[in-house]
């Protein structure tokens, strides 16, 4: 069984930066591509960036496109998020999630495992 655990949220103002953490149980993880997807209140869960499982391939939606960034470490089993320029519409809950291939995807429904979330605030 797959778990992921998020880590590195909190409450920041505008313009801050905080980086999202994302530890991954398993042998297979350098094999799975991984995203990153957010839900804020009242609204659906969305893309934010996608890598592949060797880490040579990203995506980043539009909205976050200069700001953020996705890293991936396959020794440590982990996956980074780094946000910069924060802005309190970036205000959401945030998930890890393993993808079921090794290329990275922006499609949520290609995601097989997801994390708890962890919340990021960001005031204004």
């Known amino acids: 069984q797959v778990q992921l655990v998020e880590s590195g949220g909190g409450l920041v103002q505008a313009g801050g930066s905080l980086r999202l953490s994302c530890a991954a149980s398993?042998?297979?993880?350098?094999?799975?591509?991984m995203g990153w997807f957010r839900q804020a209140p009242g609204k659906e869960r969305e893309f934010v960036a996608a890598?592949?499982?060797?880490?040579?391939?990203?995506y980043i939606a539009d909205s976050v496109k200069g700001r953020f960034t996705i890293s991936r470490d396959n020794a440590k089993n982990t996956v980074a998020l780094q946000m910069n320029s924060l802005k309190p519409e970036d205000t959401a809950v945030y998930y890890c999630?393993?993808?079921?291939?090794?290329?990275?995807?922006?499609?949520?429904?290609?995601?097989?495992?997801w994390g708890q979330g962890t919340q990021v605030t960001v005031s204004s």
């Open positions: 999630a393993r993808a079921q291939y090794g290329n990275a995807n922006v499609n949520r429904d290609e995601y097989a495992y």
């Open positions: 398993g042998r297979t993880f350098s094999s799975y591509a």
């Open positions: 890598i592949s499982s060797t880490g040579r391939s990203t």
